[in-house]
């Protein structure tokens, strides 16, 4: 039987660290292969459960705390490193996902940890973004002409690129799903809302209610849920911040119907109400519902997404489990392209694994 343990943290408002030995053991795992120990090294900080916990898990919490906070500290200076790369450059800088919240003092940046930096630029500046990058010291890995084609003909962003000396990773976006998606979004809809950060001239995120979308579109078109339930969490917490200002929620709504997002929108909202027991305003329920898709979809995707979005944890899996995530996994790709460019692209990928090329 599995037993999603941290969820529980966050979806019991009286929650607190009473458990076993085992239990903080099963709830460790469950938080590294989430991506949320320092997120609930925070949750117990908070609450004012950080001294309640044992002497043996204790110093795990608070070395993601500190793991977290230098963490915070290398990405505002990278993200000050890439400002200084793209001073030339005419055009807009967009940070996304976690730099965003980071630098806009978002709450959800709070014990979030990073694997690189996402920013966005109008498509007709990739060109010059990147070569400026690269005259920073930013390179591309990729050496496989399939690979790069496939980047930059069909995706929405090119290959990562890594800095020389530092190892940080920069994802450059020109939008935030690919051209041949069903949720295609315009990027230069995106910039047309974007907000300047404070003290960091030539930097922007995007508006609060696309920021939204982005992260519920990222999380529902995604074939890799190891961080689903962080990324849910990262949509609780916007939408918690968020809420305050007036109108979003309308504002929220109209611009799904306007990007083409509602059904990513309606599946996020339905998986906050189940797992974190967050509820939008009730007089937009019978809006949000219209948005989602037929019936059977909601059902099927519910089930997918009910296993899928558990910790990817031995304590947390069932029967069905792989099943949900592999069924997911092939819903992404058909979502991504169609069928025509992704039975190619599959076949040929595959014939790369099989047979790759000699070094």
Known sequence: MSTNLLTNVWAQPDWKPQLSVLEWEALFGQARQASLLARLAYRHTDAGFLTEVPDGPRPHLEGALRLAERQQHEV????????????????????????????????????RLFSDIDILVPREKIEP?????????????????????????????????????????????????????????????????????????GLYVLAPADMVLHS???????GEFGHGLRDLLDLHDLLKDFSSQADFWNSLLDRADELGLQIPLFH????????????????????????????????????????????????????????????????????????????????????????????
């Open 76 to 111: 505002r200076w990278e993200v000050d490193c890439i400002r200084r790369a793209l001073h030339d450059v005419d055009t807009p800088i967009v940070l996304l996902k976690g730099a965003a919240y980071l630098m806009a003092n978002l709450s959800t940046a709070r014990g």
């Open 216 to 222: 519920a579109v990222h999380l529902f078109q995604e």
């Open 268 to 359: 996020a909202l339905f998986h906050l109400r189940r797992l974190f027991n967050f509820n939008p305003p009730s007089p937009l329920a019978d809006r949000l519902d219209h948005m989602g898709p037929n019936q059977f979809s909601r059902a099927l995707m519910a089930w997918m997404l009910g296993l899928a979005l558990q910790p990817n944890h031995p304590s947390c899996d069932s029967r069905w489990t792989k099943l949900a995530r592999w069924l997911l996994y092939v819903r992404s790709h058909a979502l991504r392209m169609p069928m025509h460019l992704l039975v190619p692209h599959l076949l040929r990928k595959s014939w790369m694994q099989r047979f790759p090329k000699k070094p």
């Open 129 to 201: 973004t990147e070569s400026a990058l690269f005259s920073a010291g930013w390179i591309s890995d990729e050496r496989d002409a399939y690979n790069e084609r496939y980047y930059r003909q069909w995706m929405h962003e090119i290959p990562p690129l890594r800095h020389v000396h530092r190892n940080s990773y920069i994802d450059l976006h020109h939008t935030i799903t690919p051209p041949t998606s069903r949720f295609k979004v315009d990027g230069q809809k995106l910039l047309f809302g974007i907000q300047p950060l404070l003290g960091y001239p």
